[in-house]
Protein backbone atom coordinates (compact mmCIF):
# COMPACT_ATOMS: atom_id res chain seq x y z
CA UNK A 1 0.00 0.00 0.00
CA UNK A 2 1.87 3.42 -0.83
CA UNK A 3 -0.99 5.68 0.31
CA UNK A 4 -2.28 6.95 -3.52
CA UNK A 5 -5.38 6.03 -4.16
CA UNK A 6 -7.34 6.68 -7.18
CA UNK A 7 -10.82 6.67 -8.68
CA UNK A 8 -12.52 4.92 -10.00
CA UNK A 9 -11.06 1.64 -10.61
CA UNK A 10 -12.81 0.87 -14.19
CA UNK A 11 -14.83 3.24 -16.50
CA UNK A 12 -16.22 2.56 -19.97
CA UNK A 13 -17.10 5.73 -22.05
CA UNK A 14 -17.94 6.10 -25.83
CA UNK A 15 -15.51 8.20 -28.50
CA UNK A 16 -16.13 11.77 -28.25
CA UNK A 17 -17.34 11.94 -24.76
CA UNK A 18 -15.25 13.42 -21.86
CA UNK A 19 -13.81 11.48 -18.38
CA UNK A 20 -12.34 12.86 -15.00
CA UNK A 21 -9.82 10.50 -13.22
CA UNK A 22 -9.32 11.54 -9.65
CA UNK A 23 -6.24 10.55 -7.36
CA UNK A 24 -5.28 11.27 -3.64
CA UNK A 25 -1.47 12.12 -2.81
CA UNK A 26 -0.42 10.32 -0.05
CA UNK A 27 -0.22 12.70 3.00
CA UNK A 28 2.20 15.17 2.82
CA UNK A 29 3.29 14.94 -0.71
CA UNK A 30 3.15 18.02 -3.06
CA UNK A 31 3.87 16.87 -6.35
CA UNK A 32 1.52 14.61 -8.96
CA UNK A 33 2.48 13.21 -12.77
CA UNK A 34 -0.18 11.21 -14.58
CA UNK A 35 0.81 8.19 -16.61
CA UNK A 36 -0.60 6.23 -19.58
CA UNK A 37 -0.13 2.85 -19.77
CA UNK A 38 -2.03 0.92 -22.90
CA UNK A 39 -1.53 -2.98 -22.85
CA UNK A 40 1.48 -4.52 -23.17
CA UNK A 41 3.50 -1.24 -22.63
CA UNK A 42 5.14 0.81 -19.74
CA UNK A 43 3.77 3.50 -18.68
CA UNK A 44 4.29 6.96 -20.49
CA UNK A 45 3.89 10.32 -18.96
CA UNK A 46 1.43 12.94 -19.82
CA UNK A 47 2.50 15.51 -16.87
CA UNK A 48 3.23 16.72 -13.60
CA UNK A 49 1.81 19.22 -11.45
CA UNK A 50 3.65 20.74 -8.47
CA UNK A 51 1.95 23.25 -6.13
CA UNK A 52 -1.11 23.22 -8.36
CA UNK A 53 0.86 23.89 -11.46
CA UNK A 54 1.64 22.85 -14.07
CA UNK A 55 5.53 21.91 -13.88
CA UNK A 56 6.20 19.17 -16.91
CA UNK A 57 4.50 17.82 -20.06
CA UNK A 58 4.90 14.77 -21.89
CA UNK A 59 3.96 14.20 -25.55
CA UNK A 60 0.03 13.94 -25.29
CA UNK A 61 -2.43 16.30 -27.40
CA UNK A 62 -3.99 19.65 -25.08
CA UNK A 63 -7.22 17.68 -24.69
CA UNK A 64 -5.42 16.00 -21.63
CA UNK A 65 -5.76 18.34 -19.11
CA UNK A 66 -4.93 18.49 -15.29
CA UNK A 67 -5.87 20.11 -11.39
CA UNK A 68 -4.34 19.81 -8.61
CA UNK A 69 -5.95 21.10 -5.73
CA UNK A 70 -4.61 22.87 -2.17
CA UNK A 71 -5.03 19.38 -0.32
CA UNK A 72 -2.65 18.01 -3.59
CA UNK A 73 -5.33 15.62 -4.62
CA UNK A 74 -5.62 15.71 -8.65
CA UNK A 75 -7.79 15.15 -11.31
CA UNK A 76 -6.95 14.14 -14.99
CA UNK A 77 -9.11 15.11 -17.81
CA UNK A 78 -9.43 14.20 -21.03
CA UNK A 79 -11.76 15.41 -24.04
CA UNK A 80 -12.99 14.16 -26.96
CA UNK A 81 -12.48 10.31 -26.27
CA UNK A 82 -10.58 8.42 -28.65
CA UNK A 83 -10.46 4.48 -28.97
CA UNK A 84 -6.94 4.65 -28.61
CA UNK A 85 -7.24 6.60 -25.08
CA UNK A 86 -8.04 3.26 -23.70
CA UNK A 87 -5.55 2.33 -21.19
CA UNK A 88 -4.54 2.52 -17.39
CA UNK A 89 -4.05 5.91 -16.07
CA UNK A 90 -1.36 5.60 -12.81
CA UNK A 91 -0.73 8.76 -10.95
CA UNK A 92 2.19 8.97 -8.95
CA UNK A 93 3.17 11.50 -5.89
CA UNK A 94 6.47 12.42 -4.43
CA UNK A 95 7.83 15.03 -2.30
CA UNK A 96 9.90 17.48 -4.24
CA UNK A 97 11.84 19.93 -2.11
CA UNK A 98 15.23 19.80 -3.88
CA UNK A 99 16.93 19.02 -7.29
CA UNK A 100 17.25 15.15 -5.43
CA UNK A 101 13.66 14.25 -5.42
CA UNK A 102 12.23 11.58 -3.49
CA UNK A 103 11.09 8.63 -5.11
CA UNK A 104 7.67 8.42 -6.92
CA UNK A 105 4.50 6.46 -5.17
CA UNK A 106 2.02 4.96 -7.83
CA UNK A 107 -1.46 4.70 -7.29
CA UNK A 108 -3.38 1.27 -8.71
CA UNK A 109 -4.54 2.92 -11.84
CA UNK A 110 -8.18 3.69 -13.12
CA UNK A 111 -8.58 1.41 -16.39
CA UNK A 112 -10.42 3.01 -19.27
CA UNK A 113 -12.26 1.80 -22.04
CA UNK A 114 -13.46 3.49 -24.48
CA UNK A 115 -15.78 2.15 -27.27
CA UNK B 1 17.41 10.19 -20.51
CA UNK B 2 19.58 7.71 -21.67
CA UNK B 3 17.89 4.67 -22.80
CA UNK B 4 17.61 1.47 -21.58
CA UNK B 5 18.02 -2.20 -22.76
CA UNK B 6 16.62 -5.22 -20.66
CA UNK B 7 16.15 -8.92 -21.82
CA UNK B 8 12.35 -9.40 -22.43
CA UNK B 9 11.88 -12.36 -20.03
CA UNK B 10 13.76 -13.87 -17.43
CA UNK B 11 12.84 -17.08 -15.02
CA UNK B 12 14.42 -17.94 -11.85
CA UNK B 13 13.80 -20.61 -9.22
CA UNK B 14 12.13 -19.79 -6.34
CA UNK B 15 14.66 -19.33 -3.26
CA UNK B 16 17.39 -18.66 -5.46
CA UNK B 17 18.54 -14.95 -6.37
CA UNK B 18 17.30 -13.22 -9.29
CA UNK B 19 19.88 -11.02 -10.86
CA UNK B 20 17.87 -8.83 -13.86
CA UNK B 21 20.91 -7.06 -15.98
CA UNK B 22 20.10 -3.62 -17.49
CA UNK B 23 22.35 -1.61 -20.46
CA UNK B 24 22.71 1.98 -20.10
CA UNK B 25 25.84 2.89 -22.37
CA UNK B 26 24.79 6.08 -23.45
CA UNK B 27 24.16 7.40 -19.34
CA UNK B 28 25.14 10.64 -18.60
CA UNK B 29 27.44 11.89 -15.93
CA UNK B 30 24.75 13.02 -14.04
CA UNK B 31 21.75 10.76 -14.43
CA UNK B 32 21.13 8.12 -11.80
CA UNK B 33 19.89 4.17 -12.15
CA UNK B 34 16.26 3.70 -11.00
CA UNK B 35 14.18 0.05 -10.51
CA UNK B 36 10.79 -0.32 -10.63
CA UNK B 37 8.64 -2.86 -11.05
CA UNK B 38 4.91 -3.73 -11.72
CA UNK B 39 3.15 -6.71 -10.18
CA UNK B 40 0.00 -7.41 -12.54
CA UNK B 41 -2.67 -5.13 -12.29
CA UNK B 42 -1.07 -2.67 -9.96
CA UNK B 43 1.25 0.70 -9.90
CA UNK B 44 4.55 0.60 -10.73
CA UNK B 45 6.56 0.08 -7.67
CA UNK B 46 9.98 1.54 -7.01
CA UNK B 47 12.59 -0.91 -5.71
CA UNK B 48 16.13 1.27 -5.57
CA UNK B 49 17.79 3.61 -7.28
CA UNK B 50 21.52 4.46 -7.33
CA UNK B 51 24.78 6.92 -9.18
CA UNK B 52 27.54 5.05 -9.44
CA UNK B 53 28.01 2.94 -5.65
CA UNK B 54 26.25 0.11 -5.26
CA UNK B 55 23.06 0.23 -3.11
CA UNK B 56 21.15 -2.22 -1.22
CA UNK B 57 17.84 -1.78 0.80
CA UNK B 58 15.74 -3.99 1.99
CA UNK B 59 14.28 -5.54 -1.02
CA UNK B 60 17.18 -5.03 -3.44
CA UNK B 61 20.64 -4.66 -4.52
CA UNK B 62 22.16 -2.70 -7.28
CA UNK B 63 25.23 -3.15 -8.99
CA UNK B 64 26.38 -0.70 -11.10
CA UNK B 65 29.52 -1.47 -13.31
CA UNK B 66 32.74 0.86 -13.07
CA UNK B 67 31.96 2.53 -16.08
CA UNK B 68 27.89 3.08 -15.43
CA UNK B 69 27.32 1.80 -18.51
CA UNK B 70 25.62 -1.39 -17.27
CA UNK B 71 24.06 -2.29 -13.80
CA UNK B 72 22.58 -5.23 -12.53
CA UNK B 73 19.18 -5.49 -9.76
CA UNK B 74 19.94 -8.65 -7.87
CA UNK B 75 16.95 -9.86 -5.39
CA UNK B 76 18.70 -12.31 -3.29
CA UNK B 77 15.74 -14.78 -2.29
CA UNK B 78 13.32 -14.60 -4.66
CA UNK B 79 9.67 -15.62 -4.20
CA UNK B 80 6.67 -16.20 -6.41
CA UNK B 81 5.15 -12.56 -5.10
CA UNK B 82 8.41 -11.29 -6.92
CA UNK B 83 7.15 -12.28 -10.35
CA UNK B 84 6.25 -8.84 -11.41
CA UNK B 85 8.14 -6.69 -14.69
CA UNK B 86 10.49 -4.78 -13.92
CA UNK B 87 11.56 -1.45 -15.41
CA UNK B 88 15.43 0.02 -15.34
CA UNK B 89 15.37 3.83 -16.05
CA UNK B 90 17.94 6.16 -15.90
CA UNK B 91 17.48 10.00 -15.38
CA UNK B 92 18.52 12.97 -13.64
CA UNK B 93 16.35 13.27 -10.39
CA UNK B 94 14.33 16.70 -9.87
CA UNK B 95 11.59 18.60 -11.21
CA UNK B 96 9.62 19.78 -14.26
CA UNK B 97 10.46 18.11 -17.44
CA UNK B 98 13.23 15.49 -15.24
CA UNK B 99 10.71 14.46 -13.06
CA UNK B 100 9.24 11.77 -15.77
CA UNK B 101 10.27 8.15 -15.39
CA UNK B 102 10.60 6.85 -19.06
CA UNK B 103 9.81 3.21 -19.00
CA UNK B 104 10.25 0.44 -21.60
CA UNK B 105 9.33 -2.59 -22.07
CA UNK B 106 11.09 -4.03 -19.12
CA UNK B 107 11.87 -7.93 -17.72
CA UNK B 108 9.11 -10.16 -17.22
CA UNK B 109 11.08 -11.91 -14.27
CA UNK B 110 8.63 -15.15 -13.24
CA UNK B 111 9.71 -17.05 -10.16
CA UNK B 112 9.04 -20.91 -10.54
CA UNK B 113 8.11 -23.05 -7.79
Known amino acids: ETGVTQSPTHLIKTRGQQVTLRCSSQ?????VSWYQQALGQGPQFIFQ???????GRGNFPPRFSGLQFPNYSSELNVNALELDDSALYLC??????????????FGPGTRLTVL | DAKTTQPTSMDCAEGRAANLPCNHSTISGNEYVYWYRQIHSQGPQYIIHGLKNNETNEMASLIITEDRKSSTLILPHATLRDTAVYYCIVRVPGGGSNYKLTFGKGTLLTVNP
Open chain 1, 92 to 105: ASSLLETVLDNEQF
Open chain 1, 49 to 55: YYREEEN
Open chain 1, 27 to 31: SGHNT
